[in-house]
């Protein structure tokens, strides 16, 4: 299933819809997605549910809309459909015969050579690969501060999922590596927290689950977008409102989410520690609801699933 030496690399990838060898799928030196990161792209996740023999992606539409958000602000000729991708990505699942939890890449980008504001010709790419829950979702991390502030909405969008976003929270992220933190807060201009690197932010103080919203520079974030709703349903009181450095030294627990990572617990910001410095009962409950609907056991959210395989794998 993977190409040996590589363990992460899938046998086959999806480029301009066609499945191909994984080592076949390139794109050229000069094409503005590498020289200009004139890229989109989305990142997804699907679950093995052991029961129904079944692979879920989850809220496959949402990220999708997302891609198609993203591909129209920075302007791609005639890029793939929502439905084209869709369809991409359940193939190029079955063609690496994927029956374990994991995570795919959709891309979009122009390709060949062009200056940048090229808008074609549009490439495109879907992989897949095996990617088990990381160790944070139950140890947490212990974050810092950034330096670096988030890139503003009036200048480089976080709205929408760019790779041009990503040398920011690479900033952010290699600095917090550096002084040895497992996590990076970025705050955006005002100085209020924006997110992390690749996730969003939450906390609790006493009864209330806060969050940065839409307009304090964030990705609008499909995980972040569950947990609300996770919250709501279950009568957590939620506030969405913009959230201050130092509220994270008050918050009784904090956490990261997103796609990739799920949700990881704040252990602490600025070496200080959030709460008792341990997962909080409300990250903890999130996290058990969350696993629930990701992989299938809660009926009320089965609409969120995209089922893979055609009769059960
Ligand atoms: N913010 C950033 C910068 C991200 O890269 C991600 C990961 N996609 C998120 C937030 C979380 O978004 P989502 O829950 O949709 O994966």
Redesign the pocket.
Known sequence: MTVPGNPDRPTYAMLNGEVVPFSEARISIMAPGLTFAVTVF??FRAYWNERDAQLYVFRMA??LR?QAFSMALIELDAPPSEKEIAAQIIQILLANQIREDSYIRSQAYVDDWGDMTATGPVGSSVICRKRPRTGAFESGKHFATSSWRRNAEDASP?RI?ATA??LN?RLAGLEAQHAGFGGAVILNRDGTVA??????IFLRRGETLITPGPTDG?????????LLRLARDNDIEVEVRSVGRTELYLADEAFY????QELTPMLSVDRKPVGSGEPGPVTRLLQSLYDDVVRGRNERYADWLTPVWPDGA
């Open positions: 989305e990142g949402e990220h997302r976080p999922k976003n990503y929270s997110e992390g690197p690749g996730g969003c964030i990705l609008e974030s499909v995980t972040r977008d569950t989410c997103g796609t990739g």
